[in-house]
Structures are given as structure tokens and as C-alpha cells.
């Protein structure tokens, strides 16, 4: 049995699609900020939180779990910076708790949701692993931070664990039937596409005066089914015994800025949109974009879908559900 923990959020949810078709899969969410609807029906439910030890306790010694995959966390960037205190105790305390009963019951094959923001300013023009880490705000220290417990519990505990640092998940299930459904919503694209349904009066784009060269700031955007597909591969290799430790990042290797982004949405929905121009967020690197040559050199793992199919993928999504 694979545990989920966060399952009923928007990458967990694509990765259970993936996983349910081989795997018997126990989900443990708070809702929180997940839906119960998106988590596919083959697995069991528990609604409950990870930093609650007894729901842990009962949850470790009612099942029998190979390995731990953990998307459980606030990933909001601006947030992270007004209200650090949220980040560091359910994105570290909260961590800690999990792991803490996990060696408790010999738990011992874990696999972590990372992020692109543990590297702060990038110095590369493409971030590989090795890529200086050095966070610009709290929700990517409290990333970092779990990754260098990890790798002391490597050391101490014998934990094997997978780090997969996502650059810009985005994008649907391609049947349509889940995607991403934040509230609020703080996201680029959702935003641009609830605005282009008229959900939204404008798009309001943070920042002209960033340097690159348009001005605003470039991400790498990855399909959500692609990310599902590499926490699959990730997974393979804990239980095989082919990797005890990893750290991945997973991304496209292409950067698209926050204009070229609208103009995309505008191409693929052949709608105009009504922009503004704001200040700067507080927390955003002018340009994050990976390479992932490690997790394709070491596990095959490949990003398969481009920038118009991940858009038109959220699309279909964002029409069915007006
Ligand atoms: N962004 C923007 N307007 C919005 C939302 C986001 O200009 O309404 C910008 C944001 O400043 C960042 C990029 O779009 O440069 C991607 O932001 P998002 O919140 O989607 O993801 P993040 O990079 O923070 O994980």
C-alpha cells in the first residue's frame, strides 16, 4: 500500500490517476485547500492531518505501508512571505511529525514534493541539482529545510527518499475530470483562463522591470500528468532498490515570461485578454527554469508535453467547470 499524504490536492490527484492503475493507494488529507471529489475512487480516503499524531498512529498500524509520498504543504510564495509562521509549521513541523511515525513503524521509502524556489536567484540560466540553494522566501526555505532533514534521516535512519523539485506544474487531466481548482486562485494560468471564461474583470502581471527580455518573469511550466508520471518512475526506484536517495528537478528546460504565457492562453482559447501592469510580488526570481537531464539520465523520465498542450489541457478543464 502506497500512502499519499495531501492526495486530495491538485499534484497528488493527477499522480493517484497514475498510480491507482498498479498499486493499492491510502489517501490522507485535511481538505484543507484539497477536494475529495478529485481523488480517483479506487483508493481509500482518510481525512486527517498529517500533523496529527494519533490520525498517524492509527493510520500506520491499521495499514501496511511500503513507501510515503508527501504533497501535503502551503506553496504560495507571496504568502509565504506575510505569513511565514503557516509555512515553517505545516510545511517543516508538520513534515517532522510524518517522518517522526514513519521511523516509528520502519517506514522507510519516502518521496518529497520540492521546488524550484529552493533555489532562490538562480546564477545558471539553467538550474541543474547541483545549482546553488539559497531561497529568497519562506515557503522555499521551508522546502530546503525538509530536504537537508532527509538527508540526515539518510544518514542516521536508513530513510531512502526521492526530493522532486517541480518548476511550474500546470495543466488538466486529460479526461477533463480533474485539474487545478485553487481558492483563491494565485496562479498564472488559471488566472488567465478564468479571466477569458469572465470570471475575472483583468490579468494583472507583477512586474515590467525584471531583467529579462520582456520584462516580466520567465518560469518553466510542466505538465501536471508529467509530473504524476516522474513521482511514478521515483517511486519504481525506492521499491526496486535502485535509488536510496535523489534529489530531481522536473521541468521542460524552457522558459516562457509572464507576457509570452497571456499570449499563449490568447492564442489557444482565440480570446483577447484586458491586462494590467502592477508592482512586483513579493518573493519572485526574475527567471526559474530547469534542466532535468538527471532524472532523465538516471530513471528515463522526460517532459512530454509542450507549452499550447499544457494550456489546452486547462482549458478543457477551466470550460467544464464554470
Ligand atoms: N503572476 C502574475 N500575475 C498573476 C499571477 C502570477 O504576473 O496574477 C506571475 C508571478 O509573479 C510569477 C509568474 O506569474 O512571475 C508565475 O506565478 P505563479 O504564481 O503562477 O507561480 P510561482 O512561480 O509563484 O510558483
Redesign the pocket.
Known amino acids: 500500500m502506497i500512502l499519499i499524504v495531501g492526495g486530495a490536492g491538485y499534484i497528488g490527484s493527477h499522480t493517484i490517476k497514475e498510480l491507482v492503475e498498479k498499486s493499492e493507494v491510502l489517501v490522507l488529507d485535511n481538505l484543507s485547500t484539497g477536494h475529495q471529489w478529485a481523488v480517483d475512487e479506487r483508493a481509500i480516503f482518510v481525512k486527517g492531518d498529517l500533523g496529527n499524531e494519533e490520525d498517524l498512529e492509527k493510520i500506520f498500524s491499521s495499514y501496511t505501508i511500503d513507501a510515503v509520498m508527501h504533497f501535503a504543504a502551503n506553496s504560495l510564495?507571496g504568502e509565504s512571505v506575510i505569513n511565514p509562521l503557516k509555512y515553517y509549521h505545516n510545511n517543516v513541523t508538520e513534515t517532522l511529525t510524518l517522518l517522526k511515525v514513519m521511523m516509528k513503524h520502519n517506514v522507510k521509502k519516502f518521496i518529497f514534493s520540492s521546488t524550484a524556489?529552493t533555489y532562490g536567484i538562480p546564477k545558471d540560466d539553467f538550474l541543474t541539482e547541483l545549482s546553488l540553494t539559497k531561497p529568497i522566501n519562506p515557503y522555499g526555505r521551508s522546502k530546503l529545510m525538509i530536504e537537508q532533514i532527509l538527508e540526515d534521516f539518510f544518514h542516521a535512519y536508513d530513510l531512502h527518499y526521492v526530493v522532486l523539485r517541480y518548476f511550474?506544474a500546470a495543466g488538466a487531466h486529460e479526461s477533463s475530470s480533474i485539474g487545478e481548482s485553487h481558492e483563491p486562485e494565485?496562479?498564472?494560468?488559471p488566472?488567465i483562463l478564468q479571466h477569458l471564461l469572465g470570471q475575472r474583470e483583468k490579468?494583472?502581471?507583477?512586474?515590467t522591470d525584471y531583467e529579462t527580455p520582456d520584462g516580466?518573469?520567465i518560469?518553466d511550466y510542466i505538465h501536471v500528468t508529467d509530473l504524476a508520471k516522474a513521482h511514478i518512475l521515483a517511486l519504481n526506484a525506492l521499491l526496486t532498490g535502485r535509488k536510496q536517495t535523489a534529489i530531481y528537478n522536473l521541468g521542460n528546460g524552457t522558459g516562457y515570461s509572464?507576457k509570452e504565457i497571456i499570449e499563449t492562453c490568447e492564442a489557444v482559447t482565440e480570446r483577447q485578454a484586458k491586462i494590467e501592469y502592477v508592482e512586483r510580488?513579493a518573493g519572485?526570481p526574475a527567471q526559474?527554469i530547469a534542466s532535468s537531464e538527471k532524472i532523465f539520465q538516471e530513471l528515463g523520465w522526460k517532459a512530454q508535453l509542450k507549452l499550447p498542450a499544457i494550456i489546452e489541457s486547462a482549458w478543457n478543464w477551466h470550460k467544464r467547470n464554470v
Not at 494565485?186 to 494560468?189: A, F, K, V, Y
Not at 490579468?203 to 512586474?207: D, E, H, R
Open positions: 510564495v524556489a511550474n494565485t496562479h498564472l494560468i488566472i490579468i494583472s502581471v507583477f512586474g516580466t518573469c518560469r509572464v510580488r519572485d526559474l
